[in-house]
């Protein structure tokens, strides 16, 4: 621990801020205003690195690459107690002391086998670390947990648990959203150590304006489109749109495995002549902002977040957001004074489409593969209770079908255009031109998620760690994290 650091509650505060890559995407940006919101405050900041950033890449602190903390197969070979010494002769070396607070992501995901392993180093050195959690690997991800479980915990759960999670004065969390606070608070963590972080809103470059003109109206989904984005559900609103209407993606998965579901998708647009155009946002010379514009609507059919920017950036470039809900995250959103009033908690099918008995092996099949990943035995009421969240009196929700289920729907509904009418909701709900809404949304998100805010946010965060006691690191109890994930009621099928 940096000498002195429990006092340093001001704005000289030295920060490392550590991930495994600066990739474009979520994680890398959420860095890039962290640092900038930091060093406009007066403070210290260092980015560390498993791997370079791009040559395009601007970042407005010192970043320096530490190759032991990149993706497991791409990281140098080394100990935890070499990764240490390189993360801190590199912290050094940029901020020309020790930092007060090590801030680091997602080191609890599985990309690093050893990241956890230093973590618990400097932990028990009494080092201040706040350790951001944007994914579990509890959480729908069980190749992460079992390479986890057998290299970290050694093969035990509760070992696992203990290294990935050290409680202590000096650990602090920050977590994305009241979801993953209560459900770590449940685990046993202390609330005064758990703190709620939300990613900054910003759409840097693009102006709010209105929808260019063209033909027909354009529904965006501005998503990279892997299996938990539900473009099922996406194709199905094309399916049944009034005559003009034009959906659009702007992105494809970038994972290979991803891409054979993914084409099975763009094959039966193709074969039902859907209105959907693909990775619009891919093409050449076509810009981002000017998809924004040329929208009548922003789109989100997503069955699971971690954030859930999608429900927040469109009203920044005055569009409004329609589709599926998701209240565990949105309902923060909401308290916050943001309106979403044009989005489903559930789109409902009769079950009575589907073949007697697919529903329940479906069920059965999907989370014996899911408790046998994550090392637990399955009991027969969970399956129940699997169903009795997917299926309401007598109607299923189509987001937790698999991809085969949904494609039956959408093959329904294009032989019997009159089918239509036993869907709940029938349409995809139009936020019309309410430029009134728009304004007071995007207000809100300004104050309540805007840079100024995520900074003095993050502020008040190293505030309370550089004040907590210094304390030999403890453990939560067995698989505490894990036992709050593994819920039959939140299986979906695209997740499985």
């Not at 977040?305 to 920044?316: N, R, S, V």
């Not at 909701?425 to 009134?436: N, R, W």
């Not at 309540?448 to 690191?473: C, D, K, N, Q, W």
Request: charged share 20%.
């Amino acid at each position: 621990m940096a000498k002195g650091a429990a006092s340093r509650t001001d704005c000289s505060v030295r920060v490392a801020i550590v991930h495994h890559h600066l990739h474009p995407g979520g994680v890398t940006r959420i860095i890039a205003h962290a640092s900038e919101a930091l060093r406009a405050a007066g403070a210290g900041v260092v980015v560390l690195s498993g791997l370079a950033p791009e040559p395009d890449q601007h970042w407005p602190v010192p970043v320096e690459v530490v190759p032991g903390l990149a993706y497991e197969e791409q990281r140098s070979e080394t100990t935890p107690q070499r990764l240490v010494g390189d993360m801190r002769q590199a912290a050094q070396g940029a901020l020309g002391a020790p930092p007060d607070v090590w801030h680091i992501h997602n080191h609890s995901l599985g990309k690093n086998l050893l990241l956890p392993l230093a973590i618990g180093r400097l932990a028990a050195d009494g080092e201040r670390l706040l350790l951001q959690l944007h994914d579990f690997a509890e959480d729908g991800r069980p190749v992460n947990y079992r390479r986890l479980r057998d290299s970290v915990g050694e093969g035990d759960g509760a070992l696992l648990s203990q290294r990935l999670y050290p409680q202590a004065g000096q650990v602090h969390y920050a977590v994305l959203n009241g979801r993953d606070r209560a459900l770590l608070a449940r685990a046993g963590m202390a609330a005064g150590r758990l703190h709620d972080l939300p990613n900054p809103v910003s759409l840097e470059g693009v102006q709010a304006g209105g929808p260019a003109p063209g033909q027909g109206r354009l529904w965006l989904y501005p998503t990279r489109a892997i299996r938990r984005k539900n473009l099922g559900e996406f194709l199905l609103w094309a399916a049944v749109a009034p005559e003009g209407d034009r959906f659009a993606t702007t992105l494809g998965p970038r994972n290979p495995a991803e891409r054979p579901v993914y084409e099975g998708w763009q094959r039966l647009a193709a074969e039902l002549e859907l209105p959907v155009e693909f990775e619009l946002g891919s093409r050449p010379g076509v810009r981002f902002e000017d998809l924004l514009h040329a929208a009548h609507a922003m789109v989100t059919t997503s069955v699971a977040e971690g954030f859930g920017m999608a429900f927040l950036e469109p009203w920044l470039a005055g569009r409004a957001v329609a589709g599926r809900n998701l209240p565990e995250i949105t309902d923060e959103f909401v308290d916050a004074g943001v309106a979403l009033p044009h989005l489903y908690r559930r789109l409902e099918v009769p079950q009575e489409w589907f073949t007697r008995g697919v529903l329940e092996q479906r069920a059965q099949e999907a989370l014996q593969r899911a408790w046998a990943a994550y090392g637990r035995p399955l009991r027969g009421d969970e399956v129940q209770g699997a169903l009795n969240a997917w299926i309401v009196d007598g109607r299923v929700d189509f987001g937790r079908l698999d991809e085969t289920l949904q494609a039956q729907v959408l093959r329904r509904l294009h032989a019997s255009p009159g089918a239509v009418e036993e869907l709940q909701p029938g349409v995809l709900p139009d936020p019309g031109e309410d430029t009134a809404l728009i304004a007071a949304n995007r207000a809100a998100i300004v104050e309540r998620f805007g840079l100024e805010a995520y900074g003095a946010r993050l502020h008040e965060i190293y505030h309370g760690l550089l004040a907590s006691p210094v304390e030999t690191p403890g453990a939560l109890p067995g698989e505490a994290v894990l036992e709050q994930f593994l819920a039959p009621e939140r299986l979906y099928l695209l997740r499985s």
